[in-house]
């Protein structure tokens, strides 16, 4: 019912996870749609994040064959529909931040409904972060497995997957610091800097995913060497 306070509120709390010049740069582009409204903005933003989510996802997808040394053999549309549940992936790794930046307010909400203790606050916080960990992990463990042509368990919680998570938190952190006190790009670039910072923090983002898979894969042919026995396979010679 008052967009602006949601508005206000998101990027008050993405200061800590993205970049403040990124922030500022994502909260403006969503009270401008909010106060448009139009049907051809929104249409226009359904076919750029599906053809964005699509080229990236066809990036990872090389990244892992080439982590796991094994060559892309998939059909087309089975790549297509890959895309499309890595993208679901990367769905439950924002509603997690969403989640978490939020966590606040729904515990609020939660407590004046229930009339819970304020001790109550303090174990949502915690809670809503331990949970969003978890979404991450979980969305990075589903790119991981669907990215690379070869036969690999499923498995929740990876050392990839940890390292990547607690990485990309901390590599937020010290992009958020080091766009702020050093590299002060909006007087460098004016109005442009902050989609460099944007830019900046998304490319970051993406190599902390692919040091995951590279770890995962170091591990796996590690083990292969072993126990002597071939954990990953090739799908056309599973």
Not at 125 to 130: E, F, T, V
């Amino acid at each position: 019912d008052d967009p602006a306070s949601v508005i206000e509120t998101l990027a008050e709390r993405m200061g800590g996870v993205v970049p403040e010049d990124a922030a500022g740069l994502l909260v403006d582009y969503v009270d401008r749609t909010l106060r448009s409204r139009t049907s051809g903005v929104l249409f226009f933003a359904i076919l750029l994040v599906l053809g964005s989510g699509s080229a990236a996802s066809q990036a990872i997808v090389k990244a892992a064959n080439r982590a796991y040394e094994v060559r892309e053999t998939r059909p087309l549309f089975k790549i297509w529909g890959i895309s499309i549940l890595m993208g679901l992936g990367v769905t439950l790794l924002v509603a997690a931040l969403v989640f978490a930046t939020f966590g606040p307010e729904i515990g609020g909400y939660v407590r004046r409904l229930t009339g819970l203790p304020g001790v109550f606050l303090t174990l949502w916080d915690a809670l809503s972060w331990a949970l969003a960990f978890l979404v991450v992990t979980l969305a990075l463990a589903i790119l991981y497995y669907l990215a690379p042509n070869a036969e690999l368990p499923f498995k929740w919680i990876t050392p990839g997957g940890f390292t990547a998570t607690v990485l990309m938190l901390a590599a937020s952190v010290a992009l958020n610091l080091y766009a702020a006190n050093i590299a002060r790009y909006d007087q460098v670039y004016g109005q442009l800097g902050a989609v460099v910072v944007l830019m900046l923090w998304l490319y970051v983002t993406g190599l902390t995913v692919l040091i995951g898979a590279e770890i995962n894969a170091v591990l796996a042919r590690l083990a292969e060497e072993r126990k002597g026995v071939e954990l990953v396979q090739a799908e056309e010679e599973a």
